[in-house]
């Protein structure tokens, strides 16, 4: 078998427009500048990752310029020619002397994950040990306008075959908006909300009114540190808290289920470093009868392809925010793009070696604004930016 390594990583950034502007409580966006890698292996294979922060620390502290110098400062010159026994070994030597940085870790992390398994002649689902032949699709809906906006986009969701319907909320676009979704998708569909963390336990009363609609979950409705307060509300409240913010490594999903912060995982592999811990974490839950479901990060269609893979395994029962190419772009950088099934299924490609898709380098290179290709320290140069 050959041997799992890298030894040229380049750095591109694509500017993507959204269909569009996504709002949640911290913020908006529009365009994604989005961080893709490019994996060299020495014969010659290529595996492509992307990095999820966003433009501005507004969701977690770090942005696509802050994961671009981790990776060229630090996280790239750690692992270019290096051999690895496989890619469970990279969370490892990237958490090694190198604290924070997880979504940058997670792009490289991932990269080699797709090497691996392009090296193996395998579907990246395969490789990662997933079974679901289709996951189920939510969609999440940005704040909208008014509560009238919002529901007649939910009722469109609710036609295209979405099995749950998330609504951002924030404190002043929360109640009326949910009771207008509510009425819109009728008694029985599933209906969430996603604070962002924009509550404190302050708005307890207000955040119960919400156990009236019958919701699936509330994701995040208080602050990242927030696991001992999370279990004060989630005594306090009939809906069952989802976290996805808190959840930054395996043991905070031990803590959450140890504290009874809530009952549901959002699991992100950006989020957490990587896949190997985002596998681990599905697995805590699973030992605790916890369900997960995949969240996204307004991926392009490489980055939606690993979450694909990811929430194939067993314990991803919920619907995922996995929505296809259409719902974000006029068009994908992938091929095919990511699509639903009218039922509101993604298939997974589990007969297609790596990530399922093929990436259309001629459409990246169109929307390439910024490259920075990184090459071993000693064989050349400190690490040299292109115009
Ligand atoms: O909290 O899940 C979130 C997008 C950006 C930042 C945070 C979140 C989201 C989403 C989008 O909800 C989900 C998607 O990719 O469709
Ligand atoms: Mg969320």
């Known amino acids: 078998m ?30 994604r500048r989005i961080l893709l890698l490019e994996l060299h292996h020495p014969d010659g294979p290529v595996a492509w990752a992307e990095c999820v922060a966003g433009e501005r620390p507004n969701y977690s502290p770090e942005t696509i310029d802050t994961a671009w110098l981790a990776i060229r400062e630090w996280l790239g010159p750690k692992v270019l020619a290096h051999t690895f026994p496989g890619p469970d070994a990279l969370a490892g030597t990237l958490a090694d002397g ?11 992390e991932m990269g080699f994950w797709c090497m691996a398994a392009e090296l193996e002649q395998v579907s990246l689902a395969r490789r990662l040990g997933g079974t679901l032949e289709r996951v189920p699709v939510g969609i999440s809906l940005g704040i909208q306008g008014s509560p009238g906006d919002l529901a007649t986009k939910a009722s469109e969701a609710v036609v295209q075959g979405y ?42 009363e207000e955040l119960r009114r919400l156990d009236d609609f019958h919701l699936m979950m509330i994701e995040q409705p208080l602050a990242t540190g927030d696991l001992v307060r999370h279990a004060e509300l989630q005594a306090r409240l009939q809906t069952p808290i989802c ?97 639903m099934t009218g039922d509101g299924f993604v298939v997974v490609p589990f007969d ?36």
């Open 163 to 204: 099995r749950k319907v998330k609504l951002k909320i924030r404190p002043g676009a929360d109640h009326d908006y949910v009771a207008a979704a509510r009425e819109a998708v009728g008694p029985e569909h599933g209906l969430a909300v996603d604070a962002n963390a924009a509550y404190t336990l302050a708005d307890t």
């Open 243 to 339: 976290l996805d913010e808190s959840i930054v490594h395996v043991a905070s999903a031990e803590d959450m289920i140890a504290l009874g912060s809530g009952r549901i995982i959002n699991v992100k592999p950006g989020r957490v470093g990587g896949l190997l811990a985002a596998r681990a974490i599905h697995g805590v839950a699973e030992a605790h009868g916890m369900p997960v479901w995949c969240g996204g990060m307004l991926e392009s269609g490489i980055g939606r392809a690993y979450n694909v893979a990811l929430a194939s395994l067993r314990n991803f029962t919920l619907p995922g925010d996995l929505s296809p190419s259409r719902r974000y772009w006029e068009r994908d950088i992938v091929e095919p793009e990511w699509t």
């Open 98 to 108: 190198i604290r924070g940085h997880p979504m940058a870790k997670a792009a490289v």
């Open 2 to 31: 050959t041997s799992l390594r890298v030894d040229r990583l380049v750095l591109r950034e694509i500017r993507l427009p959204l269909r569009e502007r996504f709002e949640i409580s911290s913020g908006w966006v529009e365009e």
């Open 352 to 387: 297609v070696p790596g990530l399922g898709v093929d990436v259309n380098v001629d459409r990246i290179d169109d929307l390439t604004v910024r490259t920075e290709e990184l090459a071993p320290r000693g064989s050349s140069d400190s690490p040299a930016p292109s115009p």
